[in-house]
């Protein structure tokens, strides 16, 4: 059964920084990877989606790589902003349509 | 944009009731999900459905069932609502059914954070 692992569960970083969160997962054997966004009490906001023939996505101060090989995909923060503080999921696609989620990381910008 | 609505925001609601959460999607979306969320224990699967008058059970299906009588809304339902079932409940749709070597993106609602007392 595939297994995803956020590292780390937490992060605080002062605003400005450059920042990489980690998801890994135990089954190469994956369609699609997504990053999510939710914030404290709210749903799921999507960030990238990563089909499983691409090595990764951007958007905006966003970049997302995915390593199939390895097992392992990353999410690039540029110039982190207070406003990016939230909890960042990784979720993994497997054989029809079945979402397989981490536990996520906990952000916290300060100014 | 696809956009997926959940009935209420907040819900609370007593031990034994019937308790019925209803999810609407407005894109045609063939596939629909019930997840529930837990601190410590993340998003898990509670039912989902790949066509009308069909369901699956995902991972926790144990105290809920579900109904899928158009193809648009997908309800979960809490026969006796219990105080283990206090979460956070997510929707979800995606377009295409299950088709081999190819997985589609599932849209989520906003949410409902039910507390059973």
């Known amino acids: 059964k595939q297994e995803v692992t956020q590292i780390p569960a937490a992060l605080s970083v002062p605003e400005g920084e450059n920042l990489v969160l980690n998801c890994s997962f135990t089954d190469s054997a994956i369609y699609n990877l997504q990053w999510f966004r939710q914030d404290p009490g709210k749903g799921l906001t999507s960030l990238l989606l990563?089909?499983?023939?691409?090595r990764e996505q951007t958007s905006g101060r966003l970049n997302a790589s995915l390593d199939k090989s390895s097992g392992r995909s990353t999410l690039y923060i540029a110039a982190s902003q207070p406003g990016d503080s939230a909890t960042y999921l990784c979720?993994?696609?497997?054989?029809?349509?079945?979402?397989?989620f981490g536990g996520g990381t906990r952000l916290m910008v300060k100014p | 944009d696809v956009k997926v609505t959940q009935s209420s925001r907040y819900l609370v609601k007593r031990t034994g009731e019937k308790v019925f959460l209803e999810c609407v999607q407005d894109m045609d979306h063939e596939n629909m999900f019930w997840y529930r969320q837990d601190p410590g224990l993340g998003l898990r699967l509670i039912y989902f459905?790949?066509?009308?008058?069909?369901?699956e059970k995902g991972d926790i299906p144990e105290g809920y069932s579900v109904s899928r009588e158009k193809k648009e809304r997908f309800s979960l339902i809490l026969e006796s609502a219990s105080t283990n079932q206090t979460s956070m409940y997510l929707c979800?749709?995606?377009?295409?059914?299950?088709?081999?070597?190819?997985?589609?993106?599932?849209?989520f609602g906003p949410g409902t954070r039910l507390t059973v007392t």
């Open positions: 990563i089909q499983s023939s691409q």
């Open positions: 459905s790949y066509d009308v008058k069909m369901k």
């Open positions: 979720a993994l696609y497997n054989a029809g349509n079945m979402l397989t």
């Open positions: 979800a749709s995606s377009l295409f059914p299950p088709v081999p070597g190819f997985s589609d993106e599932q849209y």
